[in-house]
């Protein structure tokens, strides 16, 4: 792959060649912006936000800093596009657990399995990009859009329960806000333990003892 230069900004002798024919000047990418966006979330979810740097993004990306500002932006606006690439691509786990298990006690199940497993797949980075990116964060628009993301999921479960609550599934008694954020307390700390080196098989038991203490109907 060819990193893009700056060559077609350089003033040339004559009118330019697009100009005479009435075309857009420039040439088209010489990059693929989808694998250059994978490699750029594969980067902070290995690092976090503020341990990558924009030569870090250009390096593993291959492209130049004026080919990485022309395509997406700065580096903030590169982030917000690699969250939301990684949620569609590694993080719906939970949405697809909550959405299509018949009761929340098997959403939650589902989730925390498929997060042991998720967590520990070889070949990718550990953990979840959105967790591990708040870490050390000092970038408030970035901190408050993750915390927000972080709140979303918590609202989420704890709705599912509420909905299980209604439906007779669990007791008019539970505390649902208190069980969905027992539940994201453990999402997080399974991706915490995951990057320390904990296995799949690990936190697949993390998981089991979790749903051991989920109230009975």
Same mark, same amino acid.
């Given at each position: 792959?060819?990193?893009?230069?700056?060559?077609?900004?350089?003033p040339?002798?004559?009118?330019?060649?697009?100009?005479?024919?009435?075309?857009?000047r420039?040439?088209?990418?010489? #990059?693929?912006?989808?694998?250059?966006?994978?490699?750029?979330?594969?980067? &902070?979810?290995?690092?976090?936000?503020?341990?990558?740097?924009?030569?870090?993004?250009?390096?593993?990306?291959?492209?130049?800093?004026?080919?990485l500002?022309?395509? #997406? %932006?700065?580096?903030?606006?590169? &982030?917000?596009?690699?969250?939301? !690439?990684? %949620? $569609?691509?590694?993080?719906? #786990?939970?949405?697809?657990?909550?959405?299509?298990?018949?009761?929340?006690?098997?959403?939650?199940?589902?989730?925390?399995?498929?997060a042991? !497993?998720?967590?520990?797949?070889?070949?990718?980075?550990?953990?979840?990009?959105?967790?591990?990116?708040?870490?050390?964060?000092?970038?408030?628009?970035?901190?408050?859009?993750?915390?927000?993301?972080?709140? $979303?999921?918590?609202?989420?479960?704890?709705?599912?329960?509420?909905?299980?609550? !209604?439906?007779?599934?669990?007791?008019?008694?539970? @505390? $649902?806000?208190?069980?969905?954020?027992?539940?994201?307390?453990?999402?997080?700390?399974?991706?915490?333990?995951?990057? @320390?080196?904990?296995?799949?098989?690990?936190?697949?038991?993390?998981?089991?003892?979790?749903?051991?203490?989920?109230?009975?109907?």
């Amino acid at each position: 792959m060819r990193p893009e230069t700056d060559d077609e900004s350089k003033p040339q002798d004559g009118p330019h060649p697009s100009r005479r024919q009435g075309k857009p000047r420039g040439r088209p990418r010489s #990059f693929d912006r989808e694998t250059a966006l994978e490699r750029a979330i594969l980067a &902070f979810w290995e690092h976090g936000y503020e341990a990558t740097s924009v030569s870090d993004l250009t390096r593993v990306m291959g492209i130049g800093a004026p080919s990485l500002y022309a395509a #997406f %932006g700065d580096k903030r606006s590169l &982030f917000e596009e690699v969250v939301r !690439a990684y %949620g $569609a691509r590694y993080g719906s #786990f939970g949405d697809r657990a909550l959405a299509e298990e018949p009761t929340a006690r098997a959403a939650v199940e589902r989730m925390l399995r498929e997060a042991a !497993a998720g967590y520990t797949e070889p070949g990718r980075p550990h953990g979840c990009l959105v967790l591990h990116a708040a870490t050390n964060c000092t970038t408030p628009e970035v901190e408050e859009s993750l915390r927000e993301r972080r709140n $979303a999921d918590i609202a989420a479960i704890e709705s599912r329960i509420k909905a299980g609550i !209604a439906a007779g599934e669990l007791s008019a008694d539970v @505390d $649902a806000a208190a069980l969905a954020r027992h539940t994201g307390a453990m999402i997080q700390g399974m991706s915490q333990q995951s990057r @320390d080196g904990a296995t799949k098989e690990e936190l697949e038991a993390l998981a089991e003892l979790a749903m051991a203490i989920w109230p009975r109907s």
